[in-house]
């Protein structure tokens, strides 16, 4: 089959790339078949390590004891918008390349999901809308340095008491929150 490009995709203009002559049918699984690449994207190790990458490096900048919002804030918040906007169409690209589709922008993607919403399934949705979504962002960004947070003061705690700790072995198994206060209070009754 020959490479075109579609001029049109619903009542839209938009110029990505598809093999094949493009009728409604070819528009349902066009459609059918980009929603399941972003629902495969939001499964995917690369994905998710990319955004809790992101979060890592990122969560710092946020105060929760704060109401105001600070200026990078808003500057990390849009490095967030682009990181995906630029990660999600060449997912997708790669994941749809044997069925004759390419996108040539985030702004294909929207355009394709725009044109059947009622359609997409609450994750997607929520993946889109999450971009636009200033506020989710940042209690995402609190929730992050919060966890951070508490598993360093954990691994302390367990440095103290153990004198030195070091990440399980394969095989070992780790401590978990109530093995360490058990282990406490096992060591406070002996020493009494």
Known sequence: MEEVVVD?????????????????????????LVVGAIESMLVNPNFLQMVDDFAAKFCQEFD??????????????????????????DFINQELADDGIELESF?????????????????????????????????TMLSRKKATQSTACFEHSLRIVNGSYSYPEEGEVEYTYQEFEDEQDNSKAHAS
């Open 64 to 89: 929760e004891t704060s109401q105001e919002n600070k200026l990078c804030y808003m500057n990390v918040f849009n490095n967030y918008i682009e990181a995906v906007e630029q990660f999600m169409p």
């Open 107 to 139: 702004d294909d993607l929207e355009l394709i999901i725009g044109a059947r919403p009622e359609e997409v399934t609450n994750d997607v949705l929520d993946v889109l809308l999450s971009l636009a979504d200033f506020e989710e962002f940042k209690e």
């Open 8 to 32: 049109s995709y619903g009542e839209e203009d938009l110029g990505f790339a598809y093999s094949g002559a493009v009728d409604e049918d070819d528009e349902i699984r066009i459609f059918d």
